[in-house]
């Protein structure tokens, strides 16, 4: 018999009153993979998470972890799961170190295995020097990281982590993502939810685009850009009607922005070089296509509050 | 979800919560057994040497006793529902709203149950740890009879888990920390004054007499002064009846409105 899947959902909903979270969405994690979940704050992310997790009771459809549906088997799916939840809640009661000796006792870790493997996980966050610490002293990243600790005390096979690097600076971003790598590598599964495209494109071998409560698409980062998008993207602004009239005339596919006109490359080299010859002093940007043209392209580039 | 479902989802896992709770107890220890050793003295300065002088003897079901006698069992039922309610309520709801400890627990295969029995039993417990020390400082005062005194124990048990309970009920209920205001003057107060605790009820108007065996502290303290008195009090079983019952009935309330608080 085929091991059951890390997370199945078919139709999976949420609603608060009228307002459906998350809106009959279907997707699947496979294990050892690493999913993102991407879209703009409110498209549903941490609500999908928080069904996945047990936090919140599903309003529809179904969703099962590791076979066991959610609304029935929460304990055992838990003893199974580490999550980081998207706002830090460390207990400001304790220390660093009893932070994670307190927390894994939840889990019935026994005493001795729970020592062993909180100064394991200190030392591979490099949280070893704070072990003694209040939680109070340390930086948004330290905390971040002393927040996936904790979620690997169980040695979870499937990891959840909502928007892990939120808020943090560049190097507390990538110490958190080398991280996330070496646990992919020794075979976590992962499911992540961010709305930074560039965290998805490092960390996943595969993305799910959500947007007003819905999925949008889905698959691997570079076959979502060279499907969506191509391989370059030429930003223009400061348009003479006769560049316009140009692009227009190409059969490029275009978007309009607020300020400037986006063009699409597919083959990579033509929009611009064409663009350039003709239009020589024509204000342009030439760059290769990232998910944040897929997502932008998809779901509209206006901003929506 | 059924009613009885959320009864069945309590686990034994409850006491690991109950435990973080007393761990946090126990790294500031100094601070919290202070209150209860010191308390007991200054109320026998104030109302031994200072207000007793005033009050002199005090009539009590037929029995003439100088007031601090009189009065030391109902300071020992005061501590049972103070230090039962405001954990369960400003503390508890700290730990709910401000530090998210309740969402950081869930996420282990602890349910919301488990979180809301473990802060039932913490609150009860801190009462039971209270009334004990204070127990025993009054002893070492002459204040109160052995052995019969040793009941006030598992009475604290029994009055810590319904103040307990009365309190998660408030926190299942108020809006935010501020409102816990209002129960602490409608009900909490009221009860302090009016139970038995510095003055026997029955000196009272009958209405008012009345309306003071419908409080449950009122059940504790006949209850209490009888046990540090080493007399049995006239309607002991009924007391008791009471409070098994508040107690179950309230216990149930806290974890359905708590649940339902929690869960969204
Ligand atoms: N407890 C709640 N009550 C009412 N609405 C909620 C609640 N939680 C989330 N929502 C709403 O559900 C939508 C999705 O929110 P969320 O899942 O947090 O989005 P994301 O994590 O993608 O930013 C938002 O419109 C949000 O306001
Ligand atoms: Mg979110």
Not at chain 1, 32 to 42: A, K
Not at chain 1, 91 to 111: C, E, K, Q, T, W
Not at chain 1, 176 to 203: C, D, K, N, P
Not at chain 1, 294 to 299: G, K, Q
Request: hydrophobic share 45%.
């Amino acid at each position: 018999m085929r091991s059951p899947l890390p997370i199945e959902a078919t139709g999976l909903t949420k609603r608060y009153g009228a307002l459906a979270a998350v809106d009959a969405i279907d997707f699947r994690v496979a294990r050892g993979e690493c999913v993102g979940f991407l879209g703009p704050n409110g498209a549903g992310k941490t609500t999908t998470v928080r069904m996945v997790t047990c936090f919140t009771p599903i309003s529809g459809g179904m969703v099962r972890v590791f076979g066991y549906d959610v609304t029935r088997h929460p304990r055992e799916i838990k003893a199974r799961l580490g999550v980081c939840p998207q706002e830090d809640n460390l207990d400001p009661d304790f220390s660093v170190r009893r932070n994670l000796l307190v927390y894994a006792r939840y889990f019935g870790i026994p005493s001795a295995q729970a020592r062993a493997r909180t100064d394991r996980l200190l030392e591979m966050m490099q949280l070893t020097e704070k072990a003694d610490s209040p939680i109070e002293a340390l930086s948004g990243g330290m905390k971040r990281r002393l927040v996936i600790a904790r979620a690997l005390l169980n040695e979870p096979e499937l990891l959840v982590l909502d928007e892990p690097t939120t808020g943090l600076d560049p190097q507390a971003r990538h110490m958190i993502w080398q991280r996330i790598r070496q646990l992919r590598a020794a075979g976590t599964t992962i499911l992540l939810t961010t709305h930074y495209m560039e965290e998805a494109s490092q960390l996943c071998n595969r993305v799910i685009l959500m947007d007003e409560a819905r999925i949008l698409l889905e698959g691997t980062p570079d076959a979502l850009i060279a499907e969506e998008i191509g391989r370059e993207v030429v930003e223009l602004w400061d348009i003479p009607e006769e560049v316009r009239r140009f692009v227009q005339a190409s059969g490029w596919i275009t978007e309009q922005g607020e300020e400037r006109l986006f063009v699409y490359d597919r083959t990579g080299g033509e929009v611009g070089v064409r663009i350039g010859r003709r239009f020589p002093h024509q204000s342009r940007l030439i760059r290769n296509a990232t998910l944040e043209d897929v997502f932008l392209h998809r779901a509209g580039r206006s901003l929506r509050e | 979800m059924q009613w009885q479902q959320v009864f069945a989802n309590v686990s034994p896992s409850a006491w690991r919560v109950w435990q973080r709770d007393l761990d946090v107890f126990l790294t500031t220890w100094k601070t919290n057994f202070l209150p209860p050793l010191l308390e007991p003295v200054l109320y026998v300065l104030a109302f031994g040497v200072g207000m007793g002088s005033l009050i002199g003897l005090v009539v009590y079901q037929g029995e003439e006793l100088p007031y601090l006698r009189f009065m030391i069992p109902g300071v020992i039922c005061v501590a049972i529902m103070f230090w039962a309610y405001f954990e369960t309520t400003y503390s508890s709801f700290v730990r709910m709203y401000y530090q998210r400890t309740f969402d950081a627990i869930i996420a282990t295969p602890l349910l919301v149950e488990d979180v809301i029995a473990g802060e039932w039993l913490w609150g009860g417990t801190k009462a039971v740890l209270t009334a004990t020390i204070m127990l025993g400082m009054m002893g070492l005062f002459g204040l109160v009879s052995w052995p019969s005194a040793l009941l006030v124990v598992p009475l604290a048990v029994v009055g810590g888990l319904l103040f307990s309970a009365l309190g998660l009920i408030c926190t299942a209920l108020v809006p935010k920390i501020d409102s816990f205001n209002v129960p602490a003057f409608l009900l909490i107060f009221p009860m302090f004054l009016f139970s038995g605790t510095f003055f026997p009820i029955d000196i009272l108007p009958r209405w008012a007499m009345g309306f003071a065996l419908t409080l449950p502290l009122t059940h504790v303290s006949y209850l209490v002064r009888g046990a540090c008195l080493g007399r049995t009090p006239p309607f002991w079983l009924a007391n008791v009846a009471y409070l098994l019952g508040a107690t179950l009935l309230t216990a149930a309330l806290a974890l359905i409105l708590m649940r339902r608080r929690l869960i969204k």
